[in-house]
């Protein structure tokens, strides 16, 4: 079975700028979380995503969206690039259905974003 | 609120020596999940282990082994006989049993030496 994909793995933008990241769950998963990692932070939650609709969200600015398509795959957007936007964003999915108890999170490799 | 504490930022260990991997944790909830996670430079998380908090029963996987603690709200991670292929951030986390939002650890920074 392939794993969590994502795409691109590496981005540069400049301030001002907005960016969209993709990811592709494990065929038949369809949770998907995100999460931000940078070095002052560490890892936080940004928001999760089951059947097309946001079912949980952290912490983070309006500029931080995403959306669900109904194959499962992800996208999320952040929109007036700053600069302490530069971080590893990763995907996760999971098997979890609808109001049952969670079930593991497998992650993809990451998208790298660098804000300029 | 739910919050993970690994106190050790970095740990450098010559290879074949045993490390533990400290992790304690904080929750108001009585049902909960914990987790270990590896990042490799790569920067993928590769999933180790999960454990609910019913169950404290320590759990050895190979060279890796978990002990849980719930009176100490602890979490620990130990590698018996450390590899150079060992050397990775290791992360601990924890999240609600019906939630998917997982909180994590600053995380460990494990270099093993050959």
């Known amino acids: 079975k392939a794993g969590v994909t994502q795409t691109p793995r590496y981005l540069i933008k400049t301030r001002g700028q907005q960016v969209t990241l993709s990811c592709s769950p494990i065929s038949g998963h369809r949770s998907v979380s995100w999460y931000q990692q940078t070095p002052g932070q560490g890892l936080q939650f940004l928001f999760e995503?089951?059947?097309?609709?946001?079912?949980n969200k952290g912490n983070f600015p309006g500029r931080f969206s995403g959306r669900q398509f109904s194959n499962s795959r992800s996208e999320m957007n952040v929109s007036t690039l700053e600069l302490g936007d530069s971080a590893l964003y990763l995907c996760a999915s999971s098997a979890r259905l609808a109001g049952l108890l969670q079930e593991t999170q497998y992650f993809g490799p990451g998208t790298r974003l660098l804000v300029l | 609120a739910q919050k993970v504490t690994q106190a050790q930022t970095e740990i450098s260990v010559v290879e074949k020596e045993d490390v533990t991997l400290d992790c304690v944790y904080e929750t108001r909830d009585t049902t909960y999940y914990l987790f270990w996670y590896k990042q490799p430079p790569s920067g993928e998380l590769v999933f180790l282990i999960r454990r609910n908090s019913f169950d404290e029963q320590n759990e050895i996987s190979g060279r890796y082994s978990w002990n849980f603690q719930k009176s100490t709200s602890s979490f620990n991670f130990t590698i018996t006989a450390s590899q150079v292929v060992d050397s990775a951030v290791y992360f601990c986390a924890l999240s609600a049993f019906r939630d998917d939002k997982i909180i994590f650890g600053k995380g460990t920074r494990l270099h093993i030496l050959p």
């Open positions: 995503y089951f059947s097309e609709t946001q079912r």
